[in-house]
């Protein structure tokens, strides 16, 4: 019985040897160990690309301690389809490989001109001078996505005062399988200027590969007397046969524009040295917003003072005005001439309005009769010498 099982595990041994698995070589191979080898690959052996596009392929052969030529040629190749291999820029038909060095050929695939839509496979055969080798490729030809464009904008609603830039931050993307030059346009009402900007510069066109996207900056400028209003803007971008296009809105909210004046017009006024003298000044609003909490102020000579009734505003009303008292007293020893006192009106949430009126500075009429007392007490005093010692 122990002679049987010996005999059973001997032939299974025999059986297992027979059917193990050779290793795995190219057509026409050595046994590993043997010289010389010889091996072809590529990156990608599997590509996908689209109707009437050729392919280039870039194939390694690398040998074993042997250096050695050889021959390229195609084994298998899809009716109608042409195969070139090139290398150092031109046709080739064989290759020199050194060992340990990869030796790179370019092989250019170009379908015919009826080419349709499928899988198409090829097979590279390198015969070296004792082996042989076989690379199998596979193209998946199918129909080129039509040029399409997409433009997204992350707020397209914006609001700010007519001083103001509205930018937008948008995306373009090239959703096509071509390179396209993309014209950026916009349409905007009267009154306002739109640029676009990438990475910081402005551009009116620029270039998109297929499948990538840029970041563009739209600005919009209104002009400063564009009344309050939604305004709509529409931007478009074309490249070639693709178009798209934003809708865009700058909502542009009223602005206070503050001036200040005379009731006559004339920015001039008189005053005497040490006495208040009042001043009628005029603070219009010629802009599109109230102009609310407007304080007034005024820069004036040293030793001056200067007074406003009222010292603040309330609100004034777009296009509309309000007549402010400025309580003008010149320093004690002004000396008579002109002298300019500026008066500012500042708003609270805009920006201030300034005039400067010159003021005359007279001196005092009751000096001046002191003045003229003194002169006749003067002259009567001499006319009274005179006449008592010209008689004499």
Sequence with gaps: MRRFWTIVALLSLVLLAVNAPAPVMAKGDQPAGDDPELVIFTSYPSQVIGIDENVSITLKLRTGTTPQVVHLEMQQIPEGWTATFRGGGKIIRSVYV??????????????PTNVVAGTY???????????????????????KLPPRLTFEVELPTLKGKPSST???????KNEGDEELTVNLLA????????????????????????????????EVRPYVDVP??????TVHAQGGEAEASLSLTAEVTGEPSLTVTAPDGRLSGRAYAGEETPLKVIVRNTGSAPARA???SATEPSGWSVKFEPKQIDEIPAGEQVEVTARIRPAEKAVAGDYMVTVRAR???????????????LTSTLW???????????????AVAVLRFGRR
Aim: aromatic content about 6%; charged content about 20%.
């Design 187 to 218: 349409s905007a009402p009267p009154g306002f200027t739109v640029t676009f900007k990438l990475t910081g510069q402005e551009v009116t066109s620029l270039p998109l590969e297929a499948n990538e996207s840029k970041r563009l900056t739209i």
């Design 121 to 143: 496979r090829f097979v590279v055969l390198a015969q070296g001078e004792e082996t042989t080798a076989e690379l199998p490729l596979e193209l998946t030809v199918q129909e």
């Design 294 to 296: 407007v304080e007034l």
């Design 166 to 172: 509205f930018r937008y931050n948008a995306t373009l």
């Design 368 to 382: 001046g009769v002191v003045g003229i007392a003194l002169i006749a007490v003067a002259v009567g005093v001499v």
């Design 228 to 233: 309050a209003d939604a305004y709509p803007i």
């Design 98 to 111: 050194e060992p340990e060095k990869d030796a790179s050929v370019t092989l250019k695939l170009e379908p």
């Design 347 to 361: 708003p609270k949430e805009s920006t201030s309005a300034s005039a400067d009126f010159r003021i005359t500075v």
